[in-house]
């Protein structure tokens, strides 16, 4: 009894040595990349590395979210491309000539900089999508990065426009920017460069923006309901008697029209100017010809005007855009 006890712990005494070995075999195993920084649609190199053993004779087998990248004797290089910003599990199997057989499994999360930008210009209640933006209007960018160096506020970000750095809207944490659009209707270009605090780069990303041209349509003020978008004057059957007009002009610098100018006219009809682009319409006949022209008060490119006759009739998507 005593000698089969005695040949357990030895066979256990071993196997543990075994298990040890080979846990300290896989911690011989590292893999570097080229380039460092890990990034989306990029080709990256990977290469094993081991001060222990000789890869140079082991069979080596990359496999990327468990597809095989690669395999061969000394096969030490691999190339890749992230094509996801979710995690990918990149796990390497080395078999030493021997037969012993080591892993090593590493979790990559590329980084990646995304640019949102919406113009802060006019848009009526309901709007769905983006508010575009005029020229010489006011604009905001935001960087959204995707990386495990950092958050959004805790990375550093260096804003350019036209190549230009922006020194005062760039900084720590300064992952939103607020500029203006050239007064005179040309396009800019607006880059960002975001780097950790180790100074280590992150990524960077950059989009051209150009000014679109202000769209003014005409709509129905309705007692019960208000603005009544759905269909556009001058696209309807025809007006029933005294009807408030409401003229919209779509993507106008500012939030609201207190800055505007709204100037009405019609041929065949009295027109009676209200605020913020309403006007009260009395026709003269079945038909009738209604005009505005609307400016900004300060910019000078921001303007643009719009002649319909009212009673046509044609079918229109919401908003009329």
Not at 106 to 124: F, R
Not at 165 to 193: C, Y
Not at 240 to 245: A, I, K
Request: aromatic residues 6%; charged residues 15%; neutral net charge.
């Amino acid at each position: 009894m005593r000698g089969l006890i005695a040949t357990l712990c030895m066979l256990l005494s071993v196997c543990g040595l075994g298990a040890q070995a080979h846990a300290q075999s896989e911690k011989t195993l590292s893999v570097t990349f080229n380039p460092p920084l890990l990034q989306l649609n990029t080709r990256i190199t990977a290469e094993l590395k081991s001060p222990a053993i000789d890869v140079s004779t082991a069979l080596i087998v990359w496999k990327l979210n468990g597809t095989v990248l690669g395999q061969g004797i000394g096969a030490t290089e691999t190339t890749m491309t992230l094509t996801e910003r979710t995690q990918s599990t990149l796990e390497i199997t080395v078999v030493e000539r021997d037969g012993t057989e080591m892993k090593l499994t590493q979790l990559l999360q590329p980084s990646d900089v995304d640019l949102i930008w919406e113009g802060a210009s006019y848009t009526p209640p309901f709007y769905e999508g983006r508010a575009l933006v005029a020229a010489g209007g006011r604009v905001t960018i935001a960087a959204v990065p995707h990386t495990n160096l950092g958050t959004s506020d805790t990375l550093i970000y260096s804003w350019f426009q036209d190549g230009t750095l922006l020194k005062k809207q760039s900084g720590f944490g300064k992952h939103t920017l607020q500029m203006q659009m050239p007064a005179f209707g040309d396009n800019t270009l607006i880059q960002v460069e975001v780097k950790n605090l180790n100074n280590e780069y992150v990524g960077g990303n950059g989009l051209r923006i150009h000014p679109s041209p202000i769209a003014v349509r005409m709509y129905q003020h309705k007692t019960l309901v208000g603005l009544w978008t759905n269909t556009v004057v001058g696209l309807t059957k025809g007006l029933d008697g005294v009807t408030v007009l409401r003229a919209i002009p779509y993507h106008i610098d500012g939030t609201n029209l207190s800055k505007d100018r709204f100037e009405w006219s019609s041929e065949t009809g009295e027109i009676a100017v209200e605020p913020q682009g309403r006007a009260t319409y009395t026709p003269r006949a079945s038909e009738g010809i209604v005009s505005v022209d609307i400016s900004h008060g300060s910019k000078l490119l921001q303007q643009a005007s719009l002649r319909t006759r009212i009673g046509t009739f044609v079918e229109s998507s919401l908003f009329g855009l």
